[in-house]
């Protein structure tokens, strides 16, 4: 085998101080046979997707973990006096050849996994949870971080930023514990990793263990030709004739919303919405477990509840703040939420429907009364949003109102064929970031979209290395007949994760844990919901808008019909994401471990936005992958507060124009580039000249005219 040592230089922050000087680490040998170790001739150094192969990853991640283990061992050992640079720099900059491996294996592992991948992940985990704690729980590393924070001298406000963010961080992370509750926060935190890993394959392995299959064709005679012809190519791909109904979105909700086979309906929603609820795939008692770990930890460093220690750093600042917004809301928009409920419940009955109208009804009467009202159907829409199309618009958005140019890049390497990679550059031909789209649902992908990165942005001694930014989406796919035609959700969806990508892409700064979207949870949504708006902008739609066999473009009445139904259900779609919300924050404000059944405590606490009729038997906690192996614990009330900053931040782009270069400029350098280098709330400011108003959300949705 080839091998290569390496030993880690870093030149002095300044000339002549070698006391801020990042400590040399002699590093192990690494085998450059594997591709994860090796240096990379490829463009911009992005991953060699197509030489890595599953055997690759743990003896990486090892060999990985031992140089991280040295770079930290160079910093506790330096015998010079504690440093920004040589401590606080240098343990930024450590742990760069984990960073890439495992930025690689953990995007892959929700895009394109398998039983042998998931298999590595539990064998990996608990050594990246034990080096993590290590490094955190290391006192003599603690102090020497601490006895910089306590004498800083004079520092930039991006080292200042750091500086403190690295202090709260180990604090937060058990660094001042006693040795004994040390112990504790390892095993707390250890077995919490595992947890959230396995709910999570376990959501995904109940989402692709149910299916319905179809063999009558009088069963599917009444559905678009789009959706019987993406059941039947589900079909195919399993083998089998007919037409296959799926939990994957691009399935699930186009037959909830066409078919008015309410048995089979309501038979696709309870498995939809009683996923690894009981069963071989059962999280019931994982949910139960890891709120319990999360309380237990968040005792442990002298929190009440795990909301107040997550709030602590974000915008929303504390637990009361919260609770008071999502009660604001909610008793604003309530009542009209429940009217929006009766309006539809009223229209099935005109159309004979007899009864309550139960949640697996309410895609098809909303729907039909839209289509009425509106004459807003999907299939009325859809021939316009040819994913290509759709595509070339959001790109001809960005090229608008921040000058970024793409170019698909063929020499990148991708994970999957159904990957991408495009070159992006600014109007001065300035290389800002890889971006890579992936579109279409596989059993290999989790459900949902999401944006994430290979690789944030960073300098490093003067030398930028820009980002690599993957959308992963799971959009209808192309048949043998009809190309992939979006929803109008669909399109919402792709200009919403753009706007992260955009938060990735634009970001600037010398700090990779500091740039792009390394912001306050309750912020990070601003780019992508703000993105949205374009949606329903007649302006925005005339560009690129056209029907994929005549190239004609949409015709005026049909935009004009998509800006009147803009806020068709906003006030049911609002208190049902409150809803959410609440049954967030009601896990993680337990004070005692919860012993219950979990389709009780989910029902009690979504009980005040409740809208549609609550059904015995599903949960959606046993899937929600946001708060049980996501990111957004305690958290989810982010995306209404986002809400709100994004109303009152697009008002500016009404008022000025929504192409307009200077305010997107303006919100480029307040929101997109800075990062996390300052607080959101100054960043936000800044740009808008004055704070949030909840008013402008309310306003923004209609109500109360």
């Known amino acids: 085998m080839k091998k290569a040592l390496i030993v880690m230089t870093f030149s002095a922050l300044a000339a002549g101080c070698a006391d801020n000087s990042i400590p040399k680490a002699q590093l192990p040998e690494l085998d450059t046979s594997n591709p994860l170790l090796a240096d990379w001739n490829t463009p911009y150094q992005t991953p060699p997707f197509s030489k890595i192969e599953l055997k690759d990853y743990e003896p990486a991640f090892d060999a990985a973990i031992a140089c991280s283990r040295a770079e930290i061992e160079a910093i506790v050992r330096n015998p010079a006096k504690p440093t920004f640079g040589n401590t606080i720099v240098a343990l930024e900059r450590h742990g760069e050849l984990l960073d890439r491996i495992a930025g690689i294996f953990f995007n892959l592992l929700e895009a394109d996994t398998s039983d042998e991948m998931q298999q590595i992940a539990e064998r990996v985990q608990p050594r990246l949870t034990e080096l993590s704690n290590d490094i955190s729980l290391n006192p003599e590393l603690f102090a020497r971080v601490k006895a910089v924070y306590d004498n800083p001298g004079h520092l930039r406000k991006e080292d200042k930023k750091l500086l403190e963010d690295t202090y709260k961080g180990f604090a937060r992370s058990g660094a001042a514990l006693s040795d004994a509750d040390k112990e504790l926060y390892r095993r707390y935190t250890t077995e919490l990793s595992g947890l959230t890993l396995q709910f999570g394959q376990n959501a995904l392995a109940a989402t692709n263990a149910f299916t319905i299959h179809i063999t009558d064709p009088k069963q599917v005679a009444e559905l678009p030709e789009f959706v019987r012809e993406g059941m039947a190519a589900d079909a195919a791909a399993r083998g089998r004739k007919g037409w296959t109904v799926t939990l994957q979105a691009p399935s699930y909700v186009p037959f909830l919303t066409y078919s008015s086979n309410r048995a089979l309906k309501e038979k696709l929603w309870r498995a939809s919405n009683s996923r690894a609820l009981g069963g071989e795939f059962d999280n019931t008692e994982i949910v139960k477990k890891i709120a319990a770990l999360r309380l237990k930890i968040a005792n442990l460093l002298g929190y009440k509840c795990y909301a107040d220690y997550v709030l602590e750093e974000r915008m929303a600042e504390n637990t009361g703040t919260v609770d008071s917004f999502l009660q604001e809301l ?43 009202t509106y004459a807003l159907s999907d299939e009325v829409v859809k021939p316009y949003f040819q994913l290509e199309n759709v595509r070339k618009g959001v790109f001809l958005l960005a090229n608008k109102l921040y000058g970024l140019n793409f170019t698909p890049n063929p020499a990148i390497d991708v994970y999957h064929p159904d990957v991408t990679a495009y070159d992006v550059t600014d109007e001065k031909g300035r290389f800002m970031a890889v971006l890579y789209l992936d579109f279409f649902p596989r059993e290999s992908k989790r459900s949902g979209a999401w944006m994430t990165e290979f690789r944030g942005a960073k300098i490093v001694d003067g030398v930028e290395t820009r980002p690599l930014v993957s959308l992963v989406m799971n959009f209808t796919k192309p048949t043998a007949t009809t190309p992939s035609l979006l929803t109008f959700d669909e399109v919402e969806t792709f200009l919403h994760e753009f706007g992260h990508s955009l938060h990735g892409m634009l970001g600037e700064g010398k700090y990779a844990s500091q740039t792009g979207t390394s912001v306050y949870r309750d912020f990070v949504e601003l780019p992508s919901q703000i993105m949205e708006n374009w949606a329903t902008e007649k302006e925005f739609l005339d560009l690129w808008a056209v029907h994929y066999k005549t190239g004609e473009p949409m015709p005026a009445e049909i935009v004009d019909r998509i800006v009147a139904a803009q806020n068709y259900l906003a006030a049911y779609a609002n208190v049902r994401q409150l809803s959410f919300g609440f049954t967030d924050m009601a896990w993680h404000t337990l004070t005692e471990p919860y012993e219950g059944d979990v389709e009780a405590f989910e029902r009690q606490s979504m009980a005040p936005a409740q809208v549609l ?24 009330y982010g995306y209404k507060w986002a809400e709100v900053l994004e109303a009152d931040a697009f008002s500016l782009f009404k008022q000025k124009g929504i192409f307009n270069r200077e305010v997107a400029g303006a919100f480029r350098e307040n929101i997109l580039s800075k990062g996390g280098t300052e607080h959101p709330m100054e960043l936000y400011v800044r740009f808008r000249g004055h704070k949030p108003r909840t008013e402008a959300l309310i306003e923004k949705m209609g109500l109360g005219k």
């Open 330 to 372: 909610l008793s604003r928009t309530k009542e009209y939420a429940d009217a929006d409920y009766r309006m539809v419940a009223d229209y099935a009955a005109r159309q004979g429907f007899e009864g309550d109208l139960m949640p697996w009804d309410w895609a098809y009467y909303s729907e039909k009364y839209k289509d009425e």
């Open 613 to 636: 009729p609550a059904v015995e038997g599903t949960a959606m906690a046993t899937a929600f992958g946001h708060i049980f192996s996501g990111g957004y614990a305690a958290g989810y």
